[in-house]
């Protein structure tokens, strides 16, 4: 992948590495969570759905700001990923979100994270 600019080559990157981290941390937050009903029987575990819901939300427009800086050639290197659903669970949670489906945002977390941070790990290595 070519950058017309060092500077849109480092916001790639930088945007990347947040996603990152953002993995990460949803991660260490949710390893006791066991099913979605861990989010709804306690303040706490509302709590934890709601800081979950944030981080995926900008997860997903990160990846929405390395779509449009990149003019969609990057993200097709790992068809794997479903790219839309990942910027479209923004779109729900951002403007849904009464409606945010903690079934949904659990089954993100424990299976849909380990995939994509394979992805952004592999990026941050080509660029």
């Known amino acids: 992948m070519e950058f017309t600019s060092f500077n849109e080559r480092n916001r790639v990157k930088s945007t990347f ?3 990152k981290s ?3 941390q949803l991660q260490k937050w949710n390893k006791t969570v066991t099913s979605a009903e861990d989010y709804y029987k306690s303040s706490s575990g509302m709590q934890k759905l709601a800081a979950s819901c944030m981080l995926i939300e900008a997860i997903g427009e990160g ?3 390395i779509d449009n800086l990149t003019k969609g050639n990057l993200l097709p290197e790992r068809p794997e990923i479903p790219w839309i659903d990942v910027m479209g ?3 729900h949670i951002a403007h849904g979100y ?12 424990k299976k849909e994270l380990d995939p994509l941070r394979d ?9």
């Open 98 to 109: 009464f409606d945010i489906d903690g079934y949904i945002i659990f089954s993100t977390v």
């Open 22 to 24: 953002a993995i990460d």
């Open 63 to 65: 990846i929405k700001q």
């Open 89 to 91: 669970i923004r779109n």
């Open 17 to 19: 590495e947040q996603i």
């Open 119 to 127: 992805a952004v790990d592999y990026f941050l290595q080509i660029i």
